[in-house]
């Protein structure tokens, strides 16, 4: 996931994409307490989308104030 292409999505998607990965990183810590998930790079991948996206709202809305 790309910084640039999340930037071309709307508040409304990247909102609904960070619940659908919050979702999936609490399965995979889950998943690493039972010791079913071996190696942590899928759930260190979950947490940094995560910030990018935050990251990218949080450009959008510096924007919309530097605009108004």
Same mark, same amino acid.
Request: hydrophobic share 40%; proline share 0%.
């Given at each position: 996931?790309?910084?640039?292409? +999340? =930037?071309?999505?709307?508040?409304?998607?990247?909102?609904?994409?960070?619940?659908? /990965? *919050?979702?999936?990183?609490? &399965? +995979? =810590?889950?998943?690493?307490?039972?010791?079913?998930?071996?190696?942590?790079?899928? /759930? *260190?991948?979950?947490?940094? &989308?995560?910030?990018?996206?935050?990251?990218?709202?949080?450009?959008?809305?510096?924007?919309?104030?530097?605009?108004?």
């Amino acid at each position: 996931m790309k910084a640039a292409d +999340l =930037r071309k999505k709307s508040k409304d998607d990247l909102e609904q994409e960070i619940l659908a /990965l *919050r979702r999936e990183q609490f &399965n +995979l =810590r889950m998943q690493q307490a039972t010791g079913q998930l071996t190696g942590g790079a899928q /759930l *260190r991948a979950a947490r940094r &989308n995560i910030a990018r996206i935050k990251t990218v709202l949080h450009e959008q809305a510096h924007a919309k104030e530097q605009t108004v």
